[in-house]
């Protein structure tokens, strides 16, 4: 387990590269956070699905001269994203997305990944501000950035809120809560009927 984040920030985005994920967002907060003197490491691990939006998000990169600072990175197996998870401070959710229910924000807290998010994709469900980790209006890397540079120099805060979002996970989202949920649902189902 950490006891603070690390130099530079480790900063992991999984997702499909196309438009509606995001990505491009942790390029441009790994810029930010430069701008403020706090050195970041980008890894964005997924198929690439927009061949037009990755080659947009390696100029881009290019032109920030960032190539130092951003890595991208093919698809990994689950257990290799697990133990990217648990070597990184920060899972930037940057999915546009307004319906699903992803898995990442559950995966990382449970690996004591600190995660930011817009919310989407179910992930407003899972998250309490502040407490779990950290709702961001759509495109909000400067608000992104201000809690950065809070949780680098508070490691207190930092710590609390990867230990919550862990016990949430544990608490609200382990199997049997899964199971004993939809138990629950199929049994009011069958009542009204």
């Known amino acids: ?14 997702a499909r590269i ?11 907060l790994v810029d930010e956070l430069r ?13 690439v699905q927009s061949r037009d939006y990755y080659d947009a998000l ?6 920030l001269k960032l190539n130092d600072s951003v890595d991208f990175r ?21 999915s546009y997305f307004k319906t699903g229910f992803s898995r990442v924000p559950l995966e990382a807290m ?12 179910g992930s407003s469900e899972s998250i309490k501000q502040s407490e779990t980790g950290f709702i961001l209006e759509e495109g909000n890397i400067k608000g992104a950035a201000d809690w950065i540079e809070k949780l680098v120099v508070d490691k207190p805060f930092y710590l609390g809120i990867i230990k ?30």
């Open 35 to 47: 701008k403020r003197n706090i050195p970041a490491k980008l890894s964005i691990i997924g198929e």
């Open 74 to 94: 093919a698809m990994v197996s689950q257990e290799e994203l697990s133990s990217i998870y648990q070597q990184a401070d920060i899972c930037f959710f940057t």
């Open 110 to 121: 449970a690996s004591g990944c600190l995660v930011f998010s817009y919310g989407n994709e």
């Open 18 to 28: 196309k438009q509606q994920k995001g990505c491009k967002d942790g390029v441009l």
């Open 58 to 63: 390696v100029k881009i990169t290019n032109d």
């Open 164 to 193: 919550n979002a862990r016990s949430c996970v544990e608490q609200d989202y382990s199997m049997e809560t899964y199971v004993s949920q939809i138990e629950n649902y199929l049994k009011k189902c069958l009542q009204n009927s």
């Open 1 to 14: 387990v950490r006891d603070k984040i690390s130099a530079p920030v480790k900063i992991v985005i999984p």
